[in-house]
């Protein structure tokens, strides 16, 4: 049985990102850059004040006190129109252009206006304060943000101070949702007898939704092989496929072959890990428009919840072109102690908390691969090696955030 990384790696290796295109940058929020961008101007474009006070030269304030004659304003907006020269300063606001002439500006709250002239005490200055140089932050032609960043507000920021109207990105994928089971009732209608809710349809929508792809739900598929094959059909239209139960050893388990009937081809089936061992993962190939990567995920809730949270996101990830494909674990701190078994690796529903040692890691009470119930107290999830090992208050463990 393949290891998570092995199936992971099968998994890297088989789906393509999405072709570049180019969006407005104000609906880029949440999608991938797909190219470098590099800045056409140095940043700040010019020698800038960081204080309202006045612009002066250290030549003229080697004691830290002189009388200056003032000889503009420069106001937001407004360029200096002269140097200035011995014995003269400038007016100056946050974020104008320094005069030539000035190498350092003294804060408005160590001066004193008088008329014409300005009195400025201080400590003996150093050239160079309250200013920040041209090209201190980007010089002209740097890669300022790297193809395989997720767009977010201050990268939208950076891309505008740019001028980067049209940003280059790679589209979401459309994910379609097929869950498979006769005991399956759609949520509207009350379960009879040995009948559950389709619950999996929404929280799989959220999850797919919450890293960047757009959801088609198309309902249930009853444990039936022309219906079964009648909407797989249907949904290796879109780009992704997720179809939920049906792939474990029970009679009535037709998804893989059903997919095999629907010449997708398979790439794995069965992972070694807790919950969620039964997975399948493999590519429709189409003649004529780019692949649909299919998941056959177990039907129990939080195996499908944790196999969308390691495979699915990892296929919308490269899919979209985010670097790193993989979301790399985060280390935290047991806040109790644990003892595991000799098992598979397992992904344990916890609740993650920002303590003054960092990340905090409480697993939450939980009764297996059914009980979703038990993993709304959790906002990620703790992973354990398949070892038996006792681990005390303070042990360092991987785990994601949902
Ligand atoms: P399966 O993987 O098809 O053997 O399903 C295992 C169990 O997961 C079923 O017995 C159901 O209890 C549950 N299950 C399957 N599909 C869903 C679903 N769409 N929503 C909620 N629970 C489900
Ligand atoms: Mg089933």
């Known amino acids: 049985m393949l290891t998570v990384t092995e199936a992971l790696e099968k998994l890297l290796a088989s789906v393509t990102p999405q072709e570049i295109t180019t969006e407005p940058l104000q609906n880029t929020l949440g999608l991938t850059l797909s190219k470098d961008i590099h800045s056409s101007t140095d940043s700040p474009p010019f020698d800038k004040s960081l204080m309202d006070g006045y612009a002066v030269r250290l030549a003229d304030l080697a004691t830290g006190v002189a009388m200056l004659k003032v000889i503009e304003v420069i106001t937001a907006g407004r360029v200096p129109t002269r140097p200035i020269g011995p014995g003269e300063a400038a007016q100056i606001m946050t974020g104008t252009p320094l005069p030539e002439g000035a190498d350092l500006v003294i804060k408005i709250e160590e001066t004193e206006r008088a008329g014409e002239d ?22 002209s032609g740097d890669c300022v943000l790297r193809a395989g960043l997720t767009l977010n507000a201050s990268r939208i920021g950076a891309l505008a101070e740019m001028g980067q109207t049209f940003v280059p990105v790679r589209q979401r994928p459309r994910v379609a949702i097929l869950a498979t089971g006769d ?16 619950s999996n349809e929404p929280m799989l929508a959220a999850q797919i939704e919450s890293m960047g792809g757009i959801p088609v739900p198309l309902g249930i598929a009853r ?35 059903v997919l095999a009937e629907s010449s997708v081809g398979e790439i794995f089936h069965k992972v070694e890990m807790k919950p969620g061992k039964p997975l399948w993962f493999g590519v429709k190939r189409h003649d004529l428009r780019s692949p649909c990567y299919v998941f056959g995920l177990p039907g129990n809730p939080v195996s499908s919840l944790v196999c969308c949270e390691l495979f699915v996101r990892t296929a919308i990830r490269r899919f979209m072109g985010v670097e790193p494909a993989i979301a790399p674990p985060q280390l935290g701190r047991l806040e109790h102690e644990y003892s595991t078994r000799a ?9 993650l908390t920002w303590t003054r040692d ?17 993993t709304v107290a959790a906002n990620g999830m703790a992973y354990f090696p398949g070892e038996a090992r006792q681990y005390c208050l303070g042990d360092s463990v991987e785990a994601f955030v949902w």
């Open 343 to 351: 098992d598979r690796p397992t992904y344990h529903p916890a609740r």
């Open 118 to 139: 300005v009195s400025i005490k201080t400590k003996p200055p150093s050239a160079g304060a309250n200013m920040i140089r041209r090209g201190t932050s980007i010089r």
């Open 223 to 257: 444990d039936d092989r022309d219906e079964l094959r009648a909407k797989i059909q249907q949904g290796l239209e879109s780009d992704m496929l997720v179809l939920s139960g049906g792939v474990s050893a029970g009679t009535l388990d037709l998804v893989p072959s």
């Open 183 to 198: 005991e399956l009732v759609p949520l509207q209608q009350t379960p009879g007898p040995g009948q559950i809710r389709n």
């Open 358 to 374: 960092g990340l905090g890691i409480t697993l939450v009470p939980w009764h297996g691969s059914s009980d979703l119930c038990g």
